[in-house]
């Protein structure tokens, strides 16, 4: 079992950063790190994600702003997020995955203001 804690949610001016981290309990050498967001009366959307060798993916609608990262000497997964735009407003879940689990964490909340 792992538990994921994140931080770093809050409310930012649209163009503005956010940093959010992702603590995990335990190792996440193994796992593929990533997260999700969802808006308010959306579907939960995969904004981006990183293999546990490094390889990184993201959702067009966030590539070049955000940033994702992982420190496995911490067991911290980050997102730096830049240029933030007012459809970003979303609460945002870390998840952590080695086939068949997936652990969740329970969400921040981001909200960009125009």
């Known amino acids: 079992q792992v538990q994921l804690v994140e931080s770093g949610g809050g ?15 335990g190792s996440i050498f193994r796992f593929d790190m990533g997260w999700y967001r969802q808006a308010p009366g959306k579907q ?6 990183i293999s546990s ?10 590539q070049g702003r955000f940033f994702i990262s992982r420190d496995n000497a911490r067991n911290t997964v980050y997102l730096q997020m ?19 689990l997936t652990y969740w964490g329970q969400g921040t909340q981001v909200t960009v203001s125009s």
């Open 53 to 62: 060798g490094g390889s990184t993916n993201y959702a067009d609608s966030v």
């Open 44 to 49: 939960r959307e995969s904004v981006t994600t």
């Open 11 to 25: 409310l930012v001016q649209a163009g503005g950063s956010l940093r959010l981290s992702c603590a995990a309990s």
């Open 82 to 100: 830049d240029g933030l735009k007012p459809e970003d407003t979303a609460v945002y879940f870390c998840y952590a995955r080695n086939r068949p």
